[in-house]
């Protein structure tokens, strides 16, 4: 019964988070400046009727909110504005029926590019995360395990390395690496491939998909070593280790039974956390390789001022973090019975 | 544990199979990498190049516009236009197909030309090209007849653009939103594949009314970076590829079965040093800031200025070479348009500070910059640039240099490119600016930021004010005699030369490779390089 | 953007004392000091940076196309960049940039992050209400579309991205500063100055904020180190201050303009490499900063433990009718340049079935290291450096894992003191006494488990329903009544049992003291009661062995020990221990302090103590002397009074 009413507790903590950042999403963009017919480009033949058309169809001429036309500059407006007819209440609406606006770069509702390129990125980070995890485990158990002889040194000391590498430097360098080996240096697929049997198309996927994982992996596994190992080292100190072992039960037996499950418990957090910091390191990884992922969506948003997309990101990345962390809290509650409900 | 074992080694066996196999065409397919990618296939709401680019593969206009400049009749067969020049007929071919099997007829053109007339939201096809447009019939010959509000010059030109679309495919759509995937066009490519940000694939329209492609299919694939670029090219992923950085060209040069290419752009764009001469009086009142130094309104300084800029160590440095001086907003791509008799102000620094001594600006409180005549204000200048610009920061450090050497120093600062053009125009809230220009292949467009009434529209970045130029301009908008047309042309850009109203740098090359050892027979003795346009790709063919 | 992995640590028990000795603590750890002294190095750079840089920095017209993107030669060490300019000079100056962004930045964060975590851990209330939500929030909402909206706001200048990654980078800061401000809040000191009513910010600033500047230090660290690497991604996704030349910038300007395609890895790599060595300088400062905060213990249970020598050759005669026969058992603890510590000197005793022996001593006096060293379950510094141990008739010391895991609770078993923490708190109690049975009897039948685990809790006092709760669901009588139910469930022959009614209230205590005589009169259960109640002693015992520094002070059965004490230390023990029986008597205690294991005086190891201690006692060792059979003193009075 406690549990139950934390658990909605959380959960309503969440929605309230949730709603925060809409609102925020919302302001945050509108006191840029930006234009939907600004491409970064000069041209003579772009006249201001145009770009005043275009204005109206992304509804940039209606009032940002009651008393205020604009925020940037701010312009104060008729406060008796009907409510229906200001930005906000059109934002508020549009993202009630599952909308996200336009796309000024490419004409498309945000919500449909963001929905292709989701699941490239899904693809990317489950294997990446998978792999850091596995490994980052495996590393940190056994660097724990042979505590202060040199399989630990070397396994802290490459963690440390991996951790300290800014993630597009190392995807750069494994890009010019594979350029040299063959790997093909862009994309998720060979053009072309979708006319092929669905196995050669993993293949040619996989392929693709090799280098940019390889990097993500290599980030995240420092991590979850340096975390695993001093977690572990922690339980495996702990009395009740000693109690395993004088109960005649093996180190394979001890690790498995009882220090493994406590040992995961931190790491279980900040897997969760992590998510919300992973954007960073795919966006880079994205576009360094070309991974059409909605890193690389953010990136081109990003350098074109495609105020639509990065909101719509934004708002997508926000929530899926908060979900996440929701999730790692509700697991961490189930995994460890020592939790007590606040 | 056998059983998994087994499993495993029957996906290995298959993935290694996947990874080897592959693509091995009978079809011939050209890779063409580029490091964009179209941002929508509905023509009239693309902004692109690269969207233009499969636009002239897969659709028609009523004209060609080709490597030399030259325009000649694609869709119609003659043109014939009325005495007092506004009407224009044009009789359509017989017999011409969309490549789902219709019949392409003047009623699609005439659709077309009146849904472009009729969206205000298109940004160019509306904005620029149908400005003229009044109206537009068919006849039962199978003829369009266009009438517009007044006689112009460049017909083709404004038609060039305007590709024509099926009717019975875009009727019922909602033209803003509609994608066009499916591109339903005329020309030598059809649509085969389309992923948006990854790649365009292109079929060969055997039944093309003009040369058919020799290839199967055209692959545009697409990569975030230029280096990626590179990589594939070298590596056999892709035939040729659109654009490079610079510096990669020597080692491409370099390569076995790679040739360069440098020349003109098909479509050339201008690199520009803007500096704020707005009169003060002239500030536009919706808007209008007007804070640039009031230097800049003097011609010697800017005459100064532009003798103490080294125009090819800018090219050198910052484009490798690859190049060409620059002296108007008209591009040496223009082709005929460009007046070349133009002599332009050789780098002198000694002459440059002459001109600033003679002037009056003196250093009149010791600390090496000089200030104006009445000692008030030293010649400090904000420089601007697109902080999106990666040459933009290297010009700026060197023309730092080269103008310091006649006593001028630089604020530089980087800028949000739309910061940027609220800073601008009309606002003129700044002092020199680093930026640049698309053109059109008529001058009309970039000759009008000239114009005074450009002033308070914002398409003029300079605030420049001349009663002589803006006559000019007028008259050149109505000239339908061509060489009459290309006198006053170009004695706009002496004018404007004159007054040193810009510095233009450099005219920024094309420098594009393909592979040898793939297809042979592309398009490269044209002055202008554009191996991606519908005349290399139509007669391309394997090599044997 | 990366997360920091510092995880909360604990109090250190006393400010720190010094610079001096905080230098010398830091000094062991090694990860720190190379960590620092490549700090130093980057450091030192950025300072020097006119003196060392060979050329100016900046474009300069001098350059011509030929000096673009050339590979490293004599002229220029690192080649030169996309602009010809010389890349050793610009990865120089771009130290400053890049160590600049990170000091600043950092400092705008642990300034936001420690004050918010003060004032919410301090406060409390609304006020941590309010500004942990606040964190949170934070947390979730992604850096980088914020950073975008905040620098395209202003200009791209190199204080506004400080400021942009100084006001993002507080979060973790906050969060950990306001746990190090709850835990230092309830200690004694705060709450007594806060009883005489000392100002709240006085106490704030004088009795709080000394305990968190350490934690704030580490968590600056590596702000530093994040800052750095935030601004470099910024930069390469070209939001940075292209007239600023940071490694970052540096490394946008290779990449966007072609350095990969001309093979001009010196562009990329030399700044990347600055980027990583200064991260990883700041990475291993901050783990070595910690290892001096909250020093980890680096050894754990499982770490291979050290060989067992045995110097005498030949073992003695084993008697047959011996269980458990202890010989010349000798332990040291051997520690990293000192001498080691002998923590256990030749100690011998037998126990046979049934039988019931006493180890008494004080606290530290070595019982418990006797006890682990029985069953080789000795920390990684332990080892056995003489001696055995025969448990029917085979050497226990000489075994390897596998053998003596046979042996370990099923035949021998041990119930440690104080069981707070030696149950696993993830697992049901039931499913770990459950596990040892099935540990050394396979075949158990399942169905029959749980009745068997029933049974065994109720042996102890605690009712079957609890079978199913988890250790934090037992009181701490209850555990440890449970670990013994554990111990046991395998029927051993020999329990271990280390003070295990310690914690356990009289009425307790006594069951469990009437259980273990009944196994021991029905199943021939030989019981190594360790204790210092010499009441349960006197009751239980059939000999006992008291141990005074490491060694035997005296070994006999329990009769003699109580009216015929030959070694002063148990006379006094007797002495200490009131008695409920007698009338009224002044407690006497024994002055001094028990030795230190790594510090032990020359001679006896009671003598400084002993009130009967004359010459030689404090010259030599005594030896182990047998004034009668069955009793050894291990005193020179005792060789007189042969």
Known sequence: MDRTRAILRKAAWSVFTIFFVIILNFFLFRVLPGDPARAGIRDPRLNKDAIEALRVRFGLDKPVINCFETLNPIKVGSCAVNPMETQFFIYIKNLLQGELGYSYHTNRPVVDVLGERLWNTILLIGAGQILAIVFGVAFGIFAAWRARTSIDYMAVGASLVAWSLPTFWLAILLLFWGSTIGLPVAGKATPGMSSYPLLQQWGDIAKHMLLPTLTYTIVYMGEYTLIMRSSLLDVLSEDYILTAKAKGLNTVQILRDHALKNAMLPLVTVIAINLGFTVAGVIQIESVFSWPGLGSAIYEAVVRRDFPMLQGAFLLIAVTVILANLLADLTYTYLDPRVRVE | MKQKALYLFVLIALLVSACSGGGAGEPAIVRVGWAGSPDTLNPGMAILTEAYTIFELVYDSMYDLNLDGSFTLSLAESANVSDDGTVWTFKIRDGL????????????????????????????LNGYYTTYFDTIETTDNNEVVLTLTEAIPNIESQLVFLYVLPKHAWEGVDKLEYENTEMVGSGPFKMAEYVQNEFVRLSANKEYFQTPPKVDEVIFQTFENQDALVQAIKTGQVDMVTEMPNTAAESLKAEENIELVVGAPLAPGVTDIIFNQVDPENCPEEGGLCTGHPALRDRNVRLAMAHATDKQKLIDVILLGLGNPGLTLIPDGLGVWYNDSLTDFEFDTAKANQILDDAGYVDADGDGIRDLPDGSRPLNFRLNWPSDSLTAPRMSELLAEMWGAIGISLEPQAVDPDALTAQCCPAFDFDIMIWGWASDPDPSALLYVYTSEAVPTGSSETGYSNPKYDELYAQQQVELNFEARKEIVWEMQKIVHDDVVY??????????????????????DQAKVELSDVTSLVVIEPVK | MQITTSPTPAVPSRPASGLLSFWRSFSRSRTGLIGFWMLVIAIFVAVFAPLLAPYERGASTSVQIDDIYQPPSSAHWFGTDDAGQDVLTNFIYGARVSLTV??????????????????????????????MRFTDIMLVIPDLPLT?????????????????????????????VRSQTLAVKSRKFVLRARAIGASKFHILVQHILPLVLPILVVQAVLAISLAILNESTLSFIGLGDPSAPSWGQMLNFAFGRGAMSVGAWWALVVPGFGIVWVVLSLTLLGQGLEQVLNPRLDTHHLMAGRPVVQKEAGAKP?????LLEVQNLSIHYVGEGKAPARAVENISFTLREGELIGLVGESGCGKTTLMLALLKLLPSAGQIANGKVFYNGNDLTVMDEEEINKIRWSNISIVFQGAMNALNPVRTVGEQIGEAILKHEPSFPKDKLNARVSELLELVGIASDHREHFPH???????????IAMALACNPKVIIADEPTTALDVMIQAQILELLDTLRKKLGLAVIFVTHDLGVVAELCDKVLVMYGGVTAE????????????????????????????????????????????????????????PAAFERCHTDEPALHAPQKDHIVGCHLAEASK
């Open chain 2, 97 to 124: 197909k969309w490549h789902d099997g219709q019949p392409l007829t003047a009623e699609d053109i005439a659709w077309t030309y009146n849904l472009y007339k009729d969206t205000p939201e298109y940004p160019y």
């Open chain 2, 503 to 524: 510095i233009i740098p450099f005219y920024d090359a094309n420098v594009q490779a393909f592979r040898t050892d793939r297809f042979t027979g592309w398009i490269t």
């Open chain 3, 102 to 131: 990170g000091f600043f930045a950092a400092f705008i964060s642990i300034v936001i992050g420690g004050v918010f975590g003060l004032v919410a851990g301090f406060f409390g209330g609304r006020w941590e209400n309010f500004l």
């Open chain 3, 148 to 176: 975008v909206v905040i620098v395209a706001l202003t200009k791209p200048s190199l204080w506004n991205i400080i400021f942009v990654i100084g006001i993002l980078g507080w979060t973790t800061t906050a969060r950990v």
């Open chain 3, 318 to 322: 084993i008697q047959s009718d011996v």
């Open chain 3, 473 to 483: 669901q037992y009181s701490g009588g209850m555990r440890q009544r449970a670990m």
């Open chain 3, 555 to 610: 070994y006999a059965e329990v009769d003699v020990i109580y009216n015929e004490p030959k070694h002063p230390y148990t006379q006094e023990l007797l002495k200490a221990f009131p008695d409920l029986t007698k009338p009224k008597k002044k407690l006497s205690s024994i002055p001094g302090y028990p030795p230190r294991l790594d510090n032990l005086p020359a001679g006896c190891r009671f003598a400084p103590r002993c």
